[in-house]
């Protein structure tokens, strides 16, 4: 069987609305995407003005992609939607052809191995780590709910000062650990112990996962259960990849979980925003920018 792409271009206030009405009158599937060029600093973060809204307000135009079956005609199912909503006239429309595939090995296709870093490998687990790299830092990861494969910037900035700065036997603090990757590196470069603490319980069930599945043995919680990190109150790293808001709120907090000479790496920070974060962070810590990515940056310093 094959499927065809509806795909249709309009103004963002009518997406939205769009898309579940092709929905509701039998479309596969539907998906709304910004139909100009897309990229992080483009977007309100959290914390900013315009973040409040929804992310495709901010965009000039969008474009809504409806999945169909063979047998669906794609112009009257357009025209019923415009119909449902009152558009006039009807917004034009191209197709793309889609033959049938096997979804699940088209998906696992598109996630190879990453390289991050000197020695750093994530390796989904249909993949195999590659010959080439005998003493590599391996982390098996699949690509799931929780943010952090290590393809984003932010996530690989943390992962490269990791790298660089752990030490056998330091202890760390992952705070806002997502699917537990950097706590996992921590772990596997030497640190003892390691404390990953997120605020969605699913994340922190994933990371739990996942440490398992990399037999590293990793202290997860929420912020108020309180057990891992009543276990270990300072730490010689704190590492927080999250956003620039978040952060700074939570300065006080995490600059007060690095003991005296410890190190704290903070990501999830746009360039622009970078000195507004250090200089919250300046009351206690010695910091400034280590290095930048795709417009992202990474923080790092040293308590007092």
Same mark, same amino acid.
């Given at each position: ?16 609305? %769009?898309? $579940? ?14 139909? @100009?060029? @897309? ?6 973060? #959290? ?11 901010? !965009? ?10 063979? +047998?669906?005609?794609?112009? =009257? ?15 034009? #429309? ?6 049938? &595939? ?15 870093? +000197? ?15 005998? $003493? ?20 690989? %900035?943390? /992962? ?31 640190? $003892? ?8 319980? &699913? ?12 037999? =590293?043995?990793? /202290? ?13 109150? /300072?730490? @010689? ?12 709120? /939570? ?21 622009? +925003? ?9 009351? !206690?810590? $010695? ?11 990474? %923080? ?5």
């Amino acid at each position: 069987m094959s499927y065809r792409e509806l795909i249709v271009e309009l103004e963002c206030a009518r997406a939205e609305a %769009l898309s $579940d009405a092709l929905l509701a009158l039998g479309a596969l599937s539907v998906s709304v995407e910004d139909a @100009d060029a @897309d990229t992080p600093d483009e977007q309100p973060l #959290f914390g900013e003005p315009g973040a409040e809204v929804a992310p495709h307000a901010a !965009w000039r135009r969008s474009r809504v992609i409806a999945l169909l079956g063979e +047998q669906q005609e794609p112009a =009257v199912l357009l025209a019923a939607a415009a119909n449902e909503l009152g558009l006039e006239p009807v917004p034009g #429309f191209t197709l793309r052809n889609i033959e049938e &595939q096997d979804w699940v090995r088209v998906t696992q296709a598109q996630f190879d191995p990453i390289p991050i870093g +000197q020695r750093i490998w994530v390796v989904p687990s249909w993949h195999t780590a590659p010959a080439s790299a005998p $003493d590599a830092l391996v982390l098996e990861l699949d690509p799931g709910l929780a943010f952090g494969t290590g393809s984003h910037p932010t996530t690989r %900035l943390c /992962m490269e000062w990791l790298e660089q700065h752990v030490q056998p036997g330091q202890s760390v603090l992952d705070y806002g650990c997502g699917s537990g990757i950097l706590a996992i590196l921590a772990k596997k470069c030497g640190a $003892d112990p390691v404390v990953g603490i997120d605020i969605d319980p &699913q994340a922190v069930e994933s990371a739990r996962n996942n440490s398992a599945r990399n037999h =590293v043995h990793v /202290m997860y919680g929420l912020p108020d259960d309180g057990a891992a990190l009543r276990a270990q109150e /300072m730490f @010689d790293i704190v590492v927080a990849n999250i956003l620039s808001n978040p952060l700074k709120l /939570m300065a006080s907090m995490l600059s007060a979980r690095v003991r005296p000479g410890g190190r704290i790496a903070l990501s999830g920070v746009l360039a622009r +925003q970078a000195q507004e974060v250090a200089q919250v962070y300046s009351r !206690w810590i $010695d910091i400034a920018p280590w290095r930048e990515l795709e417009g992202w940056v990474c %923080l790092t310093g040293i308590r007092r």
